[in-house]
T-cell receptor, first 114, second 113 residues
Framework: AQSVTQLGSHVSVSEGALVLLRCNYS??????LFWYVQYPNQGLQLLLK??????LVKGINGFEAEFKKSETSFHLTKPSAHMSDAAEYFC????????????FGAGTRLFVKA | DSGVTQTPKHLITATGQRVTLRCSPR?????VYWYQQSLDQGLQFLIQ???????AKGNILERFSAQQFPDLHSELNLSSLELGDSALYFC????????????FGPGTRLTVT
C-alpha cells in the first residue's frame, strides 16, 4: 500500500528565508508524486509533479522539488519565502497499485514572518 | 480559477437528513474525484468516476453514494447525516483515467447540526 508522510504540521520561516517542506512516501512501484497548495477557503492547486524523467522538477511560484528514490523523499523547496507563500501544502502520491488512487499527506501549514 | 465548479458553496442541515453536492468538471475532463477534508481526518479520497463509470473507491461510507451523468457532471449524495460528516467536500477533475494531475473545485462546506 502506498502512503505519504509530511514531517512537521507547521513550519515557520522569515520572509526571504529558504522554505523546506519535507515529504516521504511509501510505494511498492514507481510513484507519481505531487505537491499541492491550498490557500484559505480555496481548493487545492497543483504546484508541481514528478512522473518520470528528470528528478528535479520546477513548479509555479518559484517552488521546486527533487525526487530521491534512495531516500523515498520528495521535499519541496523555495530559495526565498514571500508573504504570499503562507498556505497549507500537501504532498501526494499516485501509483498503479490500487487503481491509481491518489493519497495525500496530512499537510504542512507554512507561516511566513515579516 | 481551476474550471471546476461546485454547488452549493455552503450547506447547513440537520442530523438524519440527506443532501446532494454537485460538481461540474473542467471542459473536456472525463474523470471526477470526490474528497472529504476535515480537521481530524485530513484530505480523504472518497471515489472516482471516469466517463460515467466508477473507477476507484476510497474511504467512502455506505451512507454516501455518487454518480457521473452523461454530460460528465457528478453528484455526491450523503444520507442519514451525522455530526461527524461536517467537513469540506472537494471535487476534482482530470483529463484521463489516470490522475497525473487533478484540478480542484472550491469545495462545499457541509455543516450538520
Amino acid at each position: 500500500a502506498q502512503s505519504v508522510t509530511q514531517l512537521g504540521s507547521h513550519v515557520s520561516v522569515s520572509e526571504g528565508a529558504l522554505v523546506l517542506l519535507r515529504c516521504n512516501y511509501s510505494s511498492s512501484v514507481p510513484p507519481y508524486l505531487f505537491w499541492y497548495v491550498q490557500y484559505p477557503n480555496q481548493g487545492l492547486q497543483l504546484l508541481l509533479k514528478y512522473t518520470t524523467g528528470a528528478t528535479l522538477v520546477k513548479g509555479i511560484n518559484g517552488f521546486e522539488a527533487e525526487f530521491k528514490k534512495s531516500e523515498t523523499s520528495f521535499h519541496l523547496t523555495k530559495p526565498s519565502a514571500h508573504m504570499s507563500d503562507a498556505a497549507e501544502y500537501f504532498c501526494a502520491v499516485t501509483s498503479d497499485t490500487g487503481g491509481f488512487k491518489t493519497i495525500f499527506g496530512a499537510g504542512t501549514r507554512l507561516f511566513v514572518k515579516a | 480559477d481551476s474550471g471546476v465548479t461546485q454547488t452549493p458553496k455552503h450547506l447547513i442541515t440537520a442530523t438524519g437528513q440527506r443532501v446532494t453536492l454537485r460538481c461540474s468538471p473542467r471542459s473536456g475532463d472525463l474523470s471526477v474525484y470526490w474528497y472529504q477534508q476535515s480537521l481530524d481526518q485530513g484530505l480523504q479520497f472518497l471515489i472516482q468516476y471516469y466517463n460515467g463509470e466508477e473507477r476507484a473507491k476510497g474511504n467512502i461510507l455506505e451512507r454516501f453514494s455518487a454518480q457521473q451523468f452523461p454530460d460528465l457532471h457528478s453528484e455526491l449524495n450523503l444520507s442519514s447525516l451525522e455530526l461527524g460528516d461536517s467537513a469540506l467536500y472537494f471535487c476534482a477533475s482530470s483529463a484521463g483515467r489516470v490522475s497525473y494531475e487533478q484540478y480542484f473545485g472550491p469545495g462545499t462546506r457541509l455543516t450538520v447540526t
